[in-house]
């Protein structure tokens, strides 16, 4: 059973940066992926970014593109999201999750099974 446990969040202004963080605990197995997502109020959940373990490989939204950056430490089994400039439409609880989605997957959510409790993040005008 794998947990995972996020963290970084908080309240900013537009332009500012954030670290999110997301640990898994619990046996993993190599070969997952860890993916952000988002969600705002009153919207579905979307992606954000993701990392394939086993090979570095990540995958952003257009909407984050040269601005956020996912990164992992295999040793301790954690991905940070660093977000820089950050903007109002950026606010959201940010979930992270962890799975076997294949390439064509990863967006849509599918494949992911397990997910952490989320992380406000709110940015101001």
């Known amino acids: 059973q794998v947990r995972l446990v996020e963290s970084g969040g908080g309240l900013v202004q537009a332009g500012d940066s954030l670290r999110l963080s997301c640990a898994a605990s619990?046996?993993?197995?190599?070969?997952?992926?860890m993916a952000w997502f988002r969600q705002a109020p009153g919207k579905e959940r979307e992606f954000v970014a993701s990392i394939r373990r086993s090979s570095g490989s990540t995958a952003y939204a257009d909407s984050v593109k040269g601005r956020f950056t996912i990164s992992g430490d295999n040793a301790k089994n954690t991905v940070y999201l660093v977000m820089n400039s950050l903007k109002p439409e950026d606010t959201a609880v940010y979930y992270c999750?962890?799975?076997?989605?294949?390439?064509?997957?990863?967006?849509?959510?599918?494949?992911?099974?397990?997910w952490g409790q989320g992380t406000r993040v709110t940015v101001s005008s």
């Open positions: 619990g046996r993993t197995f190599s070969g997952y992926v």
């Open positions: 999750g962890y799975g076997f989605p294949t390439s064509a997957t990863i967006s849509s959510g599918s494949g992911f099974n397990t």
